[in-house]
């Protein structure tokens, strides 16, 4: 069955399974997301956990939409003279779903858990030597080195606070209550429906009064966002917060008097789209050949064909907007005539239908635009440079996120966000020690180059603005030397709305943030 007929009919079934009364219930919200086996962003990244995530667990901070950390379990913090220790006091009174109390013991366990298991998680509390518990209200994180990107990082998207009697036992990543989940934030996980929806109830404790304002979210599962537009369309689904909607979708859905398309609250994202060598593997670890292929690949025509000239284009690991890009970068002209000469010199021969070798190119399916359609691009392109490329087509994000995570692949497009500090969404690529076999978004790659190590270091710990600018600008140039990946534009997400819902959240992280005030006029 082809993906557009499947996405339609769960379109339908989703429909028919929701009763009358819920579906017109001011009180409940179905918001639009991708599918997530997890509720627990502990253990994972990007919006299909991070969505669910935020709503069903609390972190220690908020940011808002200029990236200020602002007061939420933790009602303040403190920061010594030398920032090598950080102490946050917890909100009196806050409980989890199953009301035990929220301890600091909690939070010490749920640093261990995130920097064990999550994509970036050494790289945002590697620097934590120790989470000192000196009474049950008080967590004082001990560093071993200055730490710029702390508070951006203990926010409920990559630090969600666990309750240590429910995730201690046993695997974490095996939990049941990975999908039944049990935290302390605003909603509470009342169904788990595996491929189609998660049902939220809110949570009459919690511990910011008034809030949520919304009774029940649905989040309905989409990996057809044909289906997904479709559905907003017909009014079947309120929001969907970030879509993965083509760039012709935009104007079209901006021009439906029912909807809100909106570009803001997305600034801490910093969305960036790469191909993806497995340099375990010939001919992808010469690198003769990735720069062949970075000649092949015509930027400016991804950008104005594909993507409606909305996007940029990008030839380095830091998206243009972020403050530590430099232009200072290793370049790779499209020009297939070069690209040809570096293979014949490296000796990689045309056999008698004009193949040199070939390779499969898996992509996922949550961007059409940035992602899937450059992966078809790229098929006829590199034949023209005598690459032959196998384009495989996975059913869902989960099918390709298991590929690449296990090295089962030669290329792949992808896509990271940056977040609000290269420490928190660029280092995890890049760290030798950061290659996780079945995690996703981390040093999947396989690239390793101690310098970059040394560097990354040193930019983690250093507090001084223009020094770590420096640190990153090496850091850029050196990866545009390397190549381990090729960049090739940098998105412009966007969402949509019924103009039916108000309070949608307006965090530096979007989708990623508690819906508290969300809610139907």
Not at 23 to 31: F, N, R
Not at 104 to 119: I, K, M
Not at 141 to 146: A, D, E, R
Not at 255 to 278: H, S
Request: net charge neutral.
């Amino acid at each position: 069955m082809v993906p557009a007929i499947r996405g339609l009919l769960a379109a339908l079934f989703f429909t028919a399974m929701i009763s009358a009364a819920s579906a017109k219930d001011d009180k409940t919200l179905v918001v639009g997301t991708i599918t997530t086996p997890t509720v627990n962003n502990a253990v994972g990244s990007g919006t299909a956990p991070g969505t669910p995530g935020t709503q069903v667990f609390a972190g220690l901070v908020e940011l808002d939409d200029h990236f200020v950390p602002q007061p939420y379990l933790a009602t303040s913090w403190d920061v010594s003279p030398d920032k090598l220790t950080y102490t946050f006091h917890l909100r009196p009174g806050a409980r989890f779903h199953d009301g035990t109390p929220i301890t600091s013991e909690d939070v010490a366990f749920s640093v261990d858990t995130v920097r064990a298991n999550h994509p970036f998680g050494r790289s945002m509390f590697g620097p934590v030597d120790r989470v000192e518990t000196p009474d049950p209200q008080t967590a004082v994180f001990v560093l071993k080195q200055p730490h710029p990107a702390l508070l951006a990082s203990v926010t409920t998207l990559l630090l969600p606070i666990l309750p240590k009697h429910v995730y201690a036992n046993g695997p974490i990543r095996t939990n049941p209550a990975n999908t039944m989940a049990i935290g302390s934030g605003p909603f509470k996980v009342a169904e788990f429906k595996a491929g189609q929806s998660i049902t939220l109830e809110r949570n009459p404790d919690f511990f910011l009064p008034g809030k949520p304002k919304s009774d029940r979210i649905i989040l309905r599962f989409f990996d057809d966002m044909q289906a997904a537009r479709l559905s907003l369309e017909n009014g079947e689904t309120d929001a969907m917060l970030q879509t993965s909607f083509g760039y012709g979708d935009f104007d079209r859905l901006k021009k439906n008097p029912k909807l809100e398309v909106f570009t803001d609250t997305f600034a801490g994202l910093g969305i960036v789209d790469y191909l993806e060598f497995n340099l375990r593997k010939a001919p992808f670890n010469d690198i003769r050949v990735r720069r062949a292929i970075a000649h092949a690949i015509d930027r400016k025509f991804l950008v104005e064909k594909f993507q409606g000239g909305v996007t940029k284009q990008l030839e380095g690991p830091l998206p243009p907007d972020s403050p530590f890009a430099t232009k200072d970068l290793t370049h790779y002209a499209y020009d297939l005539k070069e690209a040809n000469r570096i293979l014949d010199e490296a000796g990689y021969k045309r056999d008698a239908d004009g193949i040199r070798f070939k390779a499969t190119l898996d992509a996922p399916t949550f961007s059409p635009d940035g992602l899937g359609r450059v992966a078809d691009y790229l098929k006829p392109q590199l034949k023209k440079i005598g690459i032959e490329i196998d384009r495989r087509i996975s059913p869902d994000t989960a099918t390709w996120a298991k590929r690449v995570s296990n090295y089962d692949y030669d290329i792949a497009m992808s896509q990271i966000y940056n977040y609000p500090d290269p420490v928190i969404g660029t280092h995890r690529l890049f760290l030798c020690k950061n290659q996780i076999k079945g995690v996703m978004y981390t040093n999947t790659g396989g690239y390793c180059n101690p310098k970059v190590d040394e560097i990354l270091d040193q930019a983690a710990r250093e507090t001084d603005f223009e020094k770590r600018k420096a640190l990153y600008a090496r850091f850029q140039k050196i990866i545009t030397d390397d190549l381990p990946y090729i960049y090739t534009t940098t998105e412009l997400p966007y969402g949509v709305v019924s103009k039916d819902v108000v309070g949608r959240p307006r965090t530096a992280l979007g989708t990623m943030a508690p819906m508290l005030e969300m809610e139907k006029k």
